[in-house]
Nanobody, 130 residues
Framework: QVQLVESGGGLVQAGGSLRLSCAAS????????MAWFRQAPGKEREFVAS??????????NYADSVKGRSTIARDNAGNTVYLQINNLKPEDTAVYYC?????????????????????WGQGTQVTVSS
């Protein structure tokens, strides 16, 4: 069992940056694929970024909407995963959720499948003002 707690959300002006954190409890954190999803009002929850267990060569994956201005990273010693987003835009406004799944999946884009993540945090609100 893994419990996830997000933090770091808030109100920021367009063009600013935020770093979200997700603290995980439980065993074998390093063996989990970790991801961030987000859900804007009236929209479905969508994939933002993922990071595989450290021993996987190509470890990160990003949605096109944040690619080039965001970085996902993990600290296995501290059981924490981070999401840094720069040059924030009003369309980034959403509740951001941390998610975890055991092991890795195969196939292009498989990390983006929301239903495959068994563990979820409560979410942290990010609001970007124009």
């Amino acid at each position: 069992q893994v419990q996830l707690v997000e933090s770091g959300g808030g109100l920021v002006q367009a063009g600013g940056s935020l770093r979200l954190s997700c603290a995980a409890s439980g065993r074998s954190f390093s063996s989990y694929t970790m991801a961030w999803f987000r859900q804007a009002p009236g929209k479905e929850r969508e994939f933002v970024a993922s990071i595989k267990p450290t021993w996987i060569a190509t470890t990160t994956n990003y949605a096109d909407s944040v690619k080039g201005r965001s970085t996902i990273a993990r600290d296995n010693a501290g059981n924490t995963v981070y999401l840094q987003i720069n040059n924030l835009k009003p369309e980034d406004t959403a509740v951001y959720y941390c998610a975890a799944r055991q092991g890795v999946c195969s196939g292009a884009g498989c990390d983006r499948v929301l239903q495959d993540y068994a563990y979820w945090g409560q979410g942290t609100q990010v609001t970007v003002s124009s």
